[in-house]
């Protein structure tokens, strides 16, 4: 009965393959538990090979799907919440690990995020981030690296302008070369 239902519906030559597979379903579940070493070697090599094709057509769904994908995340997270937790729990020295191991390999993005989220400033470089730099605000929305001990030598506020005529004047000396 069921062959005469898949036979009915799959008479075009192109879809012999797809007939039999529908009709050994015990041999392809054999299969793929006897090959499941060289699927996962041969699709680890496939997204190597394919990295670049694969990130742009992600990118190009995201960019075309965002409220989609942002109600599938927040449903995601209602619905996972207990493992969510559990997994942090059960994971976190790796996590706080890791998340340190980015810091410092990432100096300027956390300098970045902090301005831009927590301060509601602009995050506009000048020059780029060096070794024992801070960036300093010149304004809400320009940013410019200048050494750690020039940043703190004079006390200063960009959200209510106190000393900010001082410091731009000893940055802007250092700057400049002058």
């Given at each position: 009965?069921?062959?005469?239902?898949?036979?009915?519906?799959?008479?075009?030559?192109?879809?012999k393959l797809?007939?039999?597979?529908?009709?050994?379903?015990?041999?392809?579940?054999?299969?793929?538990?006897?090959?499941?070493?060289?699927?996962?070697?041969?699709?680890?090599?496939?997204?190597?090979?394919?990295?670049?094709?694969?990130?742009?057509?992600?990118?190009?769904?995201?960019?075309t799907h965002?409220?989609?994908?942002?109600?599938?995340?927040?449903?995601?997270?209602?619905?996972?919440?207990?493992?969510?937790?559990?997994?942090?729990?059960?994971?976190?020295?790796?996590?706080?690990?890791?998340?340190?191991?980015?810091?410092?390999?990432?100096?300027?993005?956390?300098?970045k995020y902090?301005?831009?989220?927590?301060?509601?400033?602009?995050?506009?470089?000048?020059?780029?981030?060096?070794?024992?730099?801070?960036?300093?605000?010149?304004?809400?929305?320009?940013?410019?690296?200048?050494?750690?001990?020039?940043?703190?030598?004079?006390?200063?506020?960009?959200?209510?302008?106190?000393?900010?005529?001082?410091?731009?004047?000893?940055?802007?000396?250092?700057?400049?070369?002058?």
């Open positions: 009965m069921v062959n005469k239902i898949i036979d009915q519906y799959t008479d075009l030559p192109i879809n797809k007939r039999w597979r529908l009709r050994h379903p015990d041999k392809i579940k054999e299969y793929n538990e006897t090959h499941k070493e060289y699927k996962k070697e041969y699709m680890k090599n496939y997204g190597e090979k394919n990295k670049e094709g694969h990130n742009k057509a992600c990118l190009k769904y995201r960019l965002k409220e989609q994908a942002k109600n599938y995340a927040k449903q995601y997270r209602e619905n996972h919440k207990e493992e969510h937790r559990d997994y942090y729990q059960r994971n976190n020295e790796r996590i706080k690990e890791q998340y340190h191991k980015w810091v410092k390999m990432n100096p300027d993005k956390g300098r902090t301005a831009k989220r927590k301060r509601n400033l602009g995050y506009i470089e000048i020059n780029n981030y060096f070794v024992g730099s801070e960036g300093h605000h010149l304004t809400k929305e320009y940013v410019i690296y200048i050494p750690k001990k020039l940043h703190r030598s004079v006390y200063h506020n960009i959200l209510t302008g106190y000393n900010m005529n001082l410091i731009n004047f000893e940055v802007l000396k250092w700057y400049y070369g002058n």
